[in-house]
């Protein structure tokens, strides 16, 4: 089987060089973004923790061609993991290292598990924790919030019952009545918690929810507006905004203290109402900015699409990172390879390989759509790569050193993980 059907570069040369994409395609990658669902046993409720806010409680949307039903990306997927066996059987037969098998059909050596928690069967070593921090930064009556459309309400019920379980975690009924002591008795007892219970990084999926315009704010300010609005029905999105951009920066402060990277969803995405303009990275300027979170390493999933080189001008923040992840899911490879190729032009050590695997159904489970972005990633970086040593941009060694950057060696720096090959 050729590596890219169909697909060449303008001399007729396939477009990824045969020998890079071989050698890639055997190169264990570390897959810093993705929601691996446990195994359950017989009579076990179904997992949910895979996300803190599930998508398949949204009104519908205009689905993007891969993410279809019937897709011939999807069977070819289901053909590869599961043969002639089908997926139940495999399951069944794997049991509680199903997952695991699924990271080695993925050539997945670590993956990095977006989940609420972690627990039997998605666990260390293979897979490493990235906690939910955004219901720690909504800790009011959310109805007005909600109210803007229909998934925002889904998504608020869900971030109000999450809050919920990390107030019961510090045991507390309610939120305390001043900022000081909800800093002190929620927030930061929860990120030490997360971070005591092995994650390497705390999630935000704020763009579901509102812009990622997160302004700085003074503590005396966000003081007042917490102690006007604790207790009071349903603020409004201007009154309760600056209470919001000082616990994200708060957050991430405590992140840097604790040795923990900050995730950030950045894509266009999550349903039809999605606020596409408010996702756009280059609203993170001034948090990447401050000088107070120098220390916090900001990791942009999903690499900003459609802004993909506003992405790539925030490269230069030294705080500043991105992953793939979606992107190599959702678009082609040869169109990923586009936006890949500049970025590894100008700061190679900021990229990471991702898949965002997802239980987006059970035609398209995590395992599924996990298996095509892990292909099609590793498709793109060839054909990037490729392009960059035609245009005698770089050299063959240094090809593979890219493609190991990429694929770990950047993870392994940015986490402090141990390189085990
Ligand atoms: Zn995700």
């Known amino acids: 089987m050729t590596f890219v059907t169909g697909c060449s570069g303008p001399r007729g040369e396939p477009a990824a060089d045969p020998d890079l994409a071989a050698e890639i395609r055997q190169i264990r990658a570390i897959d810093n973004h993705a929601h691996p669902v446990r195994a359950v046993s017989a009579g076990e409720k179904p997992d949910r923790d895979f996300d803190a806010l599930p998508v398949d409680s949204m009104e519908p949307e205009s ?3 891969a993410l279809r039903p019937g897709s011939p990306a999807v069977q070819e997927a289901a053909r590869a993991l599961y043969g002639t066996a089908g997926k139940a059987q495999t399951m069944a037969a794997k049991g509680a290292d199903y997952p695991a098998w699924v990271l080695d059909q993925m050539g997945v050596e670590t993956m990095l598990a977006n989940r609420v928690e972690m ?8 897979f490493r924790w990235v906690a939910y921090a955004d219901a720690l930064i909504f800790p009011m009556d959310n109805a007005q919030l909600a109210a803007r459309n229909p998934d925002r309400k889904g998504f608020f019920a869900l971030e109000d019952q999450l809050r919920r379980r990390y107030l019961d975690a510090v045991g507390l009924p309610q939120i305390p009545a ?7 008795r929620v927030v930061t007892p929860t990120l030490e918690r997360q971070k005591q219970g092995g994650a390497l990084a705390e999630k935000f999926e704020a763009a579901y929810l509102r812009s990622l315009a997160f302004d700085a704010v003074d503590a005396a300010t966000a003081a007042r507006v917490y102690q006007r609005l604790a207790g009071k029905p349903a603020p409004s999105e201007a009154e309760y905004k600056p209470l919001e951009d000082y616990l994200f920066r708060y957050i991430a402060a405590e992140c840097g203290r604790l040795g923990m990277a900050v995730h950030i969803h950045t894509m266009a995405g999550a349903g039809g109402y999605f606020d596409v303009g408010g996702a756009n990275p280059l609203n993170l300027e001034s948090v990447l900015n401050d ?44 169109t990923l390879a586009g936006s890949l190729r500049e970025w590894l032009e100008l700061n190679p050590e900021k990229v990471l390989f991702a898949t965002d695997a997802y239980p987006y159904s059970n035609e398209i489970g995590w395992e599924e759509s996990g298996w ?9 970086l060839a054909i990037a790569l490729t392009g960059m040593l035609r245009d005698g941009q770089i050299t063959r060694p ?4 890219l493609a190991r950057m990429i694929l770990r060696d950047n993870a392994i720096t940015l986490y402090g993980l141990t390189n085990k090959n």
């Open 291 to 334: 000088p107070a979170l120098r220390k916090t390493r900001f990791v942009m999933l999903h690499g900003g699409w459609p802004f993909i080189r506003e992405i790539a001008a925030l490269l230069v923040k030294p705080n500043a990172y991105l992953d793939f992840s979606q992107q190599s899911l959702m678009l082609p490879a040869a």
């Open 178 to 184: 001043t900022l000081p002591e909800y800093l002190a």
């Open 372 to 380: 095509m972005a892990a292909k099609a990633g590793r498709e793109a």
């Open 119 to 126: 627990g039997r069967s998605v666990s260390p070593p293979r």
């Open 63 to 65: 689905d993007p061609v």
């Open 398 to 401: 240094r090809a593979s050193q």
